[in-house]
């Protein structure tokens, strides 16, 4: 055997022919690659053998005379032909066969980027193709493909990791048990990489302003992403199968209603001089779906709150909500613990089958979970009860008394609710050690939840689910009084407005928006059934089941900060200092994304 030069995702030595790799893309270099660059240089010591840049001169060569024949040959049209099989289906196909033996009757086509060149001789090469992510072998001999030998060196010589080519051959297995395509025909060059791939990304921004190079050279993105599909299809089919109707809500509208955020907002052509808004949650627009008659409602998708950037939060973010009438919190308990019970052996299943890259993550979900009331378990963390909360001015006076003696860091416009967010955070979250559900908030925190009285207190039939520590869930038994529903936007309107950073700025659009909360209420005036909504962060919920602690990395081109730097064209500054939310929350605590109300 001729020595054996393997090529793993990187080029031969054609800087000249390539475009220089972005700063920060570390590329591996062959042994070979000082000497060839620099003629006079002296070679590397461990490079011995003088064939070895003999052949990486050939390789060169061959490379530069490819290109040099044009863009038509290097693009070609791909023709129908029956015998192609994708990687993964050719892997199951021919799964059977014993190692050593061969299927010579049968002729397949095999279509991938090539991932390694392994070079055994200049008549025997082996090519790791990679498909969706799957990878397969081909065995390129000269024996089988026949024609001259310096037509299949050259062949050879003409590819490098990173092009996309196509085989043809007969399916078997090595001696070693490897399922390979043997060639019968030489490779098929369908469009070339003209960039030597890096092995790595060192800077984790320029991965996500590269992410067709990241999604190329680390599997775990690609899986991360193809993981979140899967979870998403699987809460989708859970809806379906419990006779659901999914929806998609006006992403654009007058006012951005259901939750207390700064919205995105913008106009429109056919409307001069009306501000509109990007929505910031589908809530108010589901809930007119259940007055409409259709009483098992749900939406995936996308929305928009102009507020900082952190490792969990972007502004721009998809959730899942469903309503559905005649249920109740019970209900809503039980439904939680079944998806994320059954969601969880569907995880692990994907994991030690498809997506073996990814870290096995214990979050001991196993029902029934804890569960804690909040007003019993915060009284009992700061050792004395709470105030009469419905006297809010009293109420807040006391908070901020508490604040001062127990020297906790007062947020941002020290609302109410604003300050028993931030009691929560500090002595009931923590306890959240394992799956858990807070219960029956104060009912100031949750103006879209129906109200109650526990313990004498009046509270909102609210849990938030709890997963890591982290917020997930958050659903409520939905508030269908069109009195207490005025009510409520009237005291939540008052906590706005005094909050700047959810305030848009107009005062005209503050007005529109209290006229758009005026319509739902006037929608309720129709009669809604006993109802219960739910709510979740999809993003949260894929990062908690695929192991990162970051959004980026189960966004497919990693958030706002990705977005407006792809290609490295553009330098963006974004602040990294800690960031207030407009739930009442600084950076670690609640995310955006499961904020119902």
């Keep these: 055997m001729a020595l054996g030069i393997a090529r793993h995702f990187v080029a031969p030595h054609t800087m000249r022919l390539s475009r220089v790799v972005p700063a920060g893309l570390r590329v591996q270099s062959l042994r070979w690659a000082s000497t060839v660059s620099n003629p006079k240089a002296k070679a590397t010591p461990k490079v011995k053998n003088p064939l070895a840049i003999q052949r990486a001169d050939a390789m060169s060569v061959a490379r530069r005379e490819l290109l040099a024949n044009g863009n038509t040959l290097l693009y070609p049209r791909i023709e129908h032909d029956s015998h192609v099989l994708g990687i993964s289906e050719a892997k199951g196909k021919y799964e059977f066969i014993a190692p050593g033996e061969?299927?010579?009757?049968?002729?397949i086509t095999v279509r991938g980027r090539i991932k390694t060149i392994r070079e055994a001789s200049s008549?025997?090469?082996?090519?790791?193709?990679?498909q969706d992510g799957v990878k397969m072998q081909v065995v390129s001999n000269w024996k089988n493909v026949g024609g001259a030998p310096e037509d299949f060196e050259r062949k050879c010589f003409q590819t490098k990791p990173g092009d996309i080519v196509s085989f043809t051959g007969y399916p078997g297995?090595?001696?070693?048990?490897?399922l390979s395509v043997f060639a019968t025909k030489t490779i098929h060059l369908l469009s070339p990489c003209l960039h030597t791939v890096p092995t790595e990304i060192q800077d984790?921004?320029?991965?996500?302003?590269?992410?067709?190079?990241?999604?190329?050279?680390?599997p775990e993105s690609a899986q991360l992403l193809r993981l979140r599909s899967d979870i998403i299809n699987y809460i989708r089919q859970n809806f379906m199968n419990n006779d659901f109707t999914e929806v998609q809500?006006?992403?654009?509208?007058?006012?951005?209603?259901?939750?207390?955020?700064?919205?995105?907002?913008?106009?429109?052509?056919?409307?001069?001089?009306?501000?509109?808004?990007?929505?910031?949650?589908?809530?108010?627009?589901?809930?007119?779906?259940?007055?409409?008659?259709?009483?098992?409602?749900?939406?995936?998708?996308?929305?928009?709150?102009?507020?900082g950037i952190d490792a969990t939060h972007n502004p721009e973010f998809t959730t899942c909500e469903f309503y559905q009438a005649y249920a109740n919190l019970e209900d809503l308990i039980l439904f939680t613990e079944n998806l994320f019970t059954n969601l969880a052996a569907h995880v692990q299943n994907l994991k030690d089958t498809k997506y073996k890259a990814l870290p096995t993550v214990d979050l001991q979900l196993k029902s029934p979970f804890k569960r804690i009331e909040f007003i019993p378990a915060l009284e009992e963390a700061i050792g004395r009860p709470l105030?009469?909360?419905?006297?809010?001015?009293?109420?807040?006076?006391?908070?901020?008394?508490?604040?001062?003696?127990?020297?906790?860091?007062?947020?941002?416009?020290?609302?109410?609710?604003?300050?028993?967010?931030?009691?929560?955070?500090?002595?009931?979250?923590?306890?959240?050690?394992?799956?858990?559900?807070?219960?029956?908030?104060?009912?100031?925190?949750?103006p879209l939840s129906k109200g109650t009285i526990r313990n004498g207190r009046r509270v909102a039939t609210?849990?938030?689910?709890?997963?890591?520590?982290?917020?997930?869930?958050?659903?409520?038994?939905?508030?269908?009084?069109?009195?207490?529903?005025?009510?409520?936007?009237?005291?939540?309107?008052?906590?706005?407005?005094?909050?700047?950073s959810a305030f848009i700025g107009d005062k005209v659009k503050a007005e529109e928006e209290e006229l758009a909360d005026e319509a739902f209420v006037g929608a309720l005036e129709w009669g809604l059934p006993p109802t219960a909504g739910w709510g979740m962060g999809i993003d949260r919920l894929c990062m908690l089941f695929g192991g990162v602690e970051r959004i980026n990395d189960v966004l497919t081109f990693g958030g706002l900060r990705g977005v407006l730097g792809q290609g490295g064209v553009h330098t963006t500054t974004a602040s990294t200092s800690s960031t207030t939310h407009t739930n009442g929350t600084s950076d670690e605590v609640k995310p955006e994304v499961v904020e119902k109300e």
């Design 123 to 130: 008549k025997l090469v082996f090519y790791d193709l990679i």
């Design 204 to 218: 984790i921004e320029k991965r996500f302003q590269h992410r067709h190079v990241d999604l190329m050279i680390r």
């Design 249 to 307: 809500t006006p992403i654009i509208a007058d006012a951005a209603g259901g939750a207390i955020a700064k919205p995105f907002v913008t106009e429109a052509m056919s409307y001069r001089n009306r501000k509109l808004a990007l929505r910031i949650a589908p809530e108010l627009w589901l809930k007119r779906l259940v007055v409409g008659g259709m009483e098992r409602v749900f939406e995936i998708g996308t929305q928009f709150r102009n507020e």
């Design 462 to 500: 609210r849990i938030e689910f709890f997963v890591g520590g982290k917020e997930i869930v958050n659903a409520y038994e939905e508030e269908n009084s069109p009195t207490e529903q005025r009510r409520k936007f009237r005291e939540q309107l008052q906590w706005k407005n005094s909050d700047e």
């Design 102 to 107: 061969n299927l010579t009757t049968e002729c």
């Design 387 to 446: 105030p009469d909360l419905e006297n809010h001015e009293e109420a807040t006076k006391w908070c901020l008394a508490l604040f001062a003696e127990l020297d906790i860091q007062v947020p941002a416009s020290p609302t109410l609710p604003r300050l028993l967010d931030k009691l929560s955070s500090v002595y009931i979250e923590p306890q959240c050690t394992e799956p858990t559900f807070i219960a029956y908030h104060p009912e100031c925190l949750s």
């Design 173 to 178: 297995r090595t001696p070693k048990g490897e």
